[in-house]
């Protein structure tokens, strides 16, 4: 809670990035929210957990969520925070918030 109180603070741009696990803690979109609205980031990215290296046996396959889960809780975050989604990517499960593309790099398709 002291890093997100002292995001407002910082006089750069901020990205709170939030690893989605299936079953664990993809629940409580208005608890994310409300950390959200302390910590005023430029960005918010949600990312599916990926089961690579040792996170293999310590949570498995099972808990990644498909892009869809993401994008569907993101949109629950996005809507409670007054963000929209910005950006995704399906094949890395990820989607970007955020309140404005201003000083976004446009990637190639």
Avoid: C, W
């Amino acid at each position: 809670m002291k890093t997100i109180k002292l995001f407002p603070k910082l006089k750069t741009r901020k990205v709170l990035r939030l690893t989605l696990i299936k079953g664990m803690n993809m629940e409580d979109e208005k608890g994310y929210a409300k950390l959200i609205k302390l910590a005023k980031p430029d960005f918010v990215e949600a990312k599916a957990y990926m089961a690579v290296g040792f996170a293999r046996q310590r949570l498995g396959y099972e808990k990644m969520p498909l892009h869809s889960q993401v994008r569907d809780f993101a949109k629950k975050i996005a809507k409670l925070s007054k963000l929209k989604i910005l950006d995704e990517k399906a094949d890395s499960r990820v989607v970007l918030l955020g309140k404005s593309r201003k000083g976004m790099k446009i990637r190639s398709q």
